[in-house]
């Protein structure tokens, strides 16, 4: 019947009219995996047996008469940094290679609120640092368009599985373009919301002042469905969630009207660094806003420049500390080779459990955060975070939404950026920004470059934006066609 | 050469809260091993630290008390080092900006005022226990981890191991009357770190200071400061320099040695903690805080001291106790007795009766109310004291007023002269061999003769009466 080729709105329909059943649903998206995840690898752990079982639970439940939510029975692949109790966690890390969470993430408990069926845990680059997926311990993922490319990373598994339709849904988690980077890679959408809309509970935490969990789809209206039912506020398990003010709603209050409607290209966006088939496809996707009666004009963010460095600045600061947890001593990989001493433990578990990019930011961190590095590098760079949070508040005076290039280029091939990490880090250039001023941002297809590689787009919006995000991403979809874009495999 | 010593004091009190800073697990001293635990306070990979708004409750609370400054807007930053029973390998704690700063704490040595300034007051998590199994190696019990404590840091204002102890005891006091510790020294509620140096008396410049570690008791501190600064002493007169460094205090072998010296010194990397923001204590709530601190215990002493009459010692001795003291002041409020009688029986059959029973004044049912009603009779004459002690046992157990129990109890005291009169001279008409003694000049028979009256009286009479009647039938004889 090849489910796995329908959008999860369609399948929600119907599930809700009886026509297929979850089980069914399961059955064919499981098979889809069977027959193409040796080739994208997307997944760390497929959780077929329990897939099954979640789903003949839905099937059940409905059969009862139970009222159930738009999402029940739909398959949903999870970022394999999400706490899954008693599902193997493991960042993509040695590290954690045998951990199993003792409890559910906050997002894994609305989920499941919501009857979805998890298929898997999605390979990441190994604790979310990385932008191409390539530093996963277990093994890199392919991007389903050219398998000979990087899906993008870190959440590259979740939006790989998407593309290759081995699932309609996936949770991914942003840092600093973690979701936006992969989905423009593999032609998906993917939303990072504002900070603090979506729990971090149980988010393993790469950088906590950034990190923010959001969902990948094949269209603007699945990833409405999927982000409504992850949003919330969550004031018993994180400090940092807040309450917006479109909490489970967004979905429903799809609008595709963008009459009056401001957006703004600033201009450090689209500089020479940004290769010239993705600016012309991002310009073009501007075009059409204007032909959907959308007003847009240049504006400038004369900050952007300063980004890169106060990101890696403030993220690896904080890796550093919040990865110090991983010491071989209480759960996850302890060496064998340890002397006596305790100093000796935790070196030789941390040197062997982590991987080169991960130390290297962790050294990165440490560094900055010494006595005496400490006011030059992150007291400065969180100076300067205020400056672009500032900055970005007085462009949203004039503009609902900032249409922006995803990445410099589209998905490049694997092995051709992993020998000089700068070179890596210079990808994140349209990405991090975001994150810095915990704004949310979402990314769509806008068209494909000469070597049928999709290229993103990207709309940044103020505060709890999200509705403009996707009201405008669904306007754009209806006018282009670019969804449900499935990789022949 | 005389040398003054100049004393710091870090002193950690864990607070008494229900719960734990940062997650909801019961903070009491005492489960199981790794029982109050969950994935916040075990360190678990994604769990995430909620602040528990009591913690800041209680320090603001220990900040107001010792004339701190509250710093309206409290957050928490990270202090990064590896140890197996720290999970996460870092601890919450504050740094740059504590929640109090710049107090003051008063108190007496041999009679004389002092004071020590405190440079901070914070709050922060608790580590675990490391147990060391001789079977199974060390294990790491986490239930400690993520109680609250408060790190209270002092200028270096003390000068002798009898200050240290005074200002000490000051601070153990101050958190009992504020109700925020348990202060149970054998559950480790109270620990202190201790930096000492010397300098010649009279200079005001500050010697290398040495800090010290592992200290558990107030005692233990005396001896740990008094060794240290014997310590010292003994080598700048033997020409040596004193090393800034970290020494460990062993309280068995009374000695201590070096655990690190200032090249090992740790960066901890404090940075803010980004998992949690800043938790503002608003007018309300700060005026809520303030309306919660009792008078203080340096304040009471000196009122009983000044204006109760009473010693020094019984003055540190009722304000060493919340609960007695309150007793007290609500007793004398009454106005209908003199506070040094109150005080009189709260010291000694009150205290007795505590200590023997093991209970603490408010576990049992005596009220002050109860105690005026119980010296009033006395002063009344209606009862004797004697029987005053039967009543006072009764006001601890049972609901009864003391006129009740004096009624069930039968213990009104006879004052009238006839009734008694007429016992006299029964007694001695049945102790004729006592008469003749008396009359042999032995005058003492005459205390054998009183407790036979009591006696006959089944111990009502007024003992006045009787001593004033009975000398007058004898000198009748």
């Known amino acids: ?489 | 050469m005389k040398y003054q010593a100049v004393i710091g004091l870090e002193v950690h009190a864990e607070l008494s809260t229900e719960s734990k800073i940062y997650c909801s697990c019961s903070a009491k001293f005492g489960a199981d091993i790794n029982t109050h635990t969950c994935p916040v306070c075990t360190g678990m990979p994604g769990a995430l630290p909620v602040l528990n708004k009591q913690v800041v409750h209680y320090a603001a609370k220990m900040g107001l008390a010792t004339g701190c400054t509250v710093n309206r807007l409290c957050k928490a930053d990270r202090k990064n080092y590896f140890y197996p029973d720290l999970p996460k390998a870092y601890q919450i704690s504050q740094f740059d900006v504590p929640i109090c700063e710049n107090g003051e704490v008063f108190f007496y040595v041999d009679g004389e005022k002092k004071s020590c300034r405190l440079e901070r007051i914070h709050f922060e998590e608790d580590a675990g226990k490391l147990l060391h199994d001789e079977i199974d190696g060390t294990v790491v019990d986490f239930n400690r981890c993520g109680v609250p404590l408060i790190e209270m840091v002092t200028k270096p204002d003390l000068h002798s191991s009898a200050e240290a102890k005074e200002f000490l005891e000051m601070i153990k006091t101050t958190l009992s009357y504020l109700d925020i510790c348990d202060c149970k020294m054998e559950e480790g509620s109270i620990r202190c770190d201790v930096n000492v140096s010397i300098r010649p008396e009279g200079s005001n410049e500050f010697g290398t200071r040495v800090e010290m570690k592992n200290i558990n008791t107030f005692s233990g501190a005396v001896r740990a400061i008094d060794y240290e600064i014997a310590r010292q002493i003994e080598v700048v007169e033997n020409g040596g320099t004193i090393q800034q460094e970290t020494r460990r205090w062993d309280d068995v072998k009374l000695k201590n040695t070096v655990m690190r010296t200032k090249e090992d010194a740790q960066d901890y990397r404090y940075f803010p903690d980004p998992d949690l923001i800043a938790v503002e204590i608003d007018d309300e709530w700060y005026k809520q805080i303030e309306s919660e601190i009792p008078e203080l215990p340096i304040s009471r002493y000196e009122r009983y001291l000044n204006e109760y009459g009473m010693t020094a010692m019984e003055s540190r001795q009722l304000m060493d106790s919340y609960s007695k003291a309150s007793l007290l002041d609500a007793a004398a409020a009454s106005g209908k007795v003199k506070p040094k009688a109150a005080a009189n029986w709260i010291l000694s059959d009150i205290s007795k009766y505590l200590n023997d029973k093991e209970l603490e004044l408010e576990n049992t049912k005596l009220t002050a109310e109860k105690l005026v009603d119980l010296i009033c009779l006395i002063d009344a004459g209606t009862i004797s004291g004697a029987a005053g002690k039967k009543v006072l046992v009764q006001l601890f157990e049972t609901d009864e007023t003391a006129e009740q129990i004096v009624e069930r109890l039968g213990l009104k005291q006879v004052s009238d002269e006839g009734a008694i009169l007429t016992l006299v001279k029964q007694v001695l008409d049945s102790n004729p061999k006592s008469i003749e003694d008396y009359k042999a000049g032995k005058k003492n028979v005459t205390g054998f003769l009183v407790g036979q009256c009591m006696k006959a009286s089944k111990g009502q009479g007024n003992p006045q009466i009787i001593n004033k009647l009975l000398a007058q039938e004898l000198a009748k004889l």
């Open chain 1, 1 to 489: 019947m090849e489910l796995f080729k329908k959008t999860a709105t369609e399948l929600s329909s119907m599930l809700k009219a009886k026509e297929i059943s979850a089980v069914e649903l399961t059955n064919d998206i499981l098979a889809r995996t069977d027959a193409v995840e040796s080739k994208v690898q997307g997944y760390v752990t497929v959780t077929a047996d329990a897939a099954r079982k979640q789903a003949e639970a839905v099937d059940a439940k409905r059969a009862a008469g139970q009222e159930l939510s738009d999402l029940a029975g739909i398959p949903v692949a999870i970022k394999d940094n999400i706490c899954t109790k008693g599902i193997l966690t493991t960042c993509a890390s040695k590290m954690l290679y045998n951990f199993n969470p003792p409890y559910n993430a906050t997002v894994m408990e609305k989920l499941a609120a919501h009857d979805i069926v998890m298929t898997g845990k999605a390979n990441m680059d190994e604790f979310a640092m990385g932008s191409s997926c390539e530093n996963s311990a277990m093994h890199p993922t392919h991007n389903p368009h050219d398998l000979n490319r990087v899906p993008g990373g870190s959440s590259g598994g979740s939006a790989a599985v998407v593309a290759a339709g081995e699932v309609p849904l996936s949770l991914g988690s942003d840092t600093g373009g973690s979701i936006r980077q992969p989905a423009s890679f593999c032609g998906v959408v993917g939303l990072k919301p504002t900070y603090g809309a979506v729990s971090r509970y149980g988010l393993i935490a790469f950088a906590s002042s950034l990190d923010q969990i959001g969902p990948f789809g094949r269209s603007v209206e699945d990833t409405a469905m999927l982000f409504d039912a992850i949003t919330a506020h969550d004031p018993k398990h994180d400090s940092t969630s807040v309450k917006t003010p479109f909490e489970g709603t967004t979905y429903s209050n799809l609008s595709a009207d963008m009459k009056g409607k401001k957006i703004g290209l600033p201009k450090e966006y689209f500089s020479e660094g940004i290769s010239e088939e993705v600016r012309k496809n991002v310009l073009a996707a501007a075009e059409t806003y204007k032909s959907l009666g959308a007003e847009v004009f240049e504006i400038s963010l004369p900050l952007s420049e300063y980004a890169l460095p106060i990101y890696y600045i403030l993220s690896s600061a904080e890796a550093s500390s919040n990865l110090a947890r991983f010491d071989g001593v209480k759960y996850g990989y302890r060496t064998k080779n340890a002397d006596e001493d305790l100093i000796s433990l935790y070196t030789k578990s941390r040197s062997e459990g982590f991987g080169e990019e991960v130390q290297r930011r962790i050294m990165l961190g440490t560094y900055v955060l010494s006595s005496g590095y400490y006011d030059a590098y992150y007291k400065k760079a969180r100076a300067a975070q205020r400056k672009i949070k500032a900055e970005f508040a007085s462009a949203f005076e004039k503009c609902d939404a900032i249409l922006t290039p995803v990445a410099p280029t589209t998905a490049y091939t694997i092995g051709s950026k992993t020998t000089n990490p700068l070179e890596m880090y210079a990808g994140d250039i349209c990405t991090v920004s975001v994150n810095i001023a915990g704004l949310p941002a979402m990314v769509q297809p806008c068209g494909f470059d000469s070597n049928k590689m999709p290229i993103g787009m990207q709309l940044i919006g103020p505060r709890f934006g999200e509705q403009t995000l996707l009201n405008a991403g669904y306007a754009f979809e209806q006018a282009s066609g670019l969804k449900n874009i499935i990789a022949e495999l």
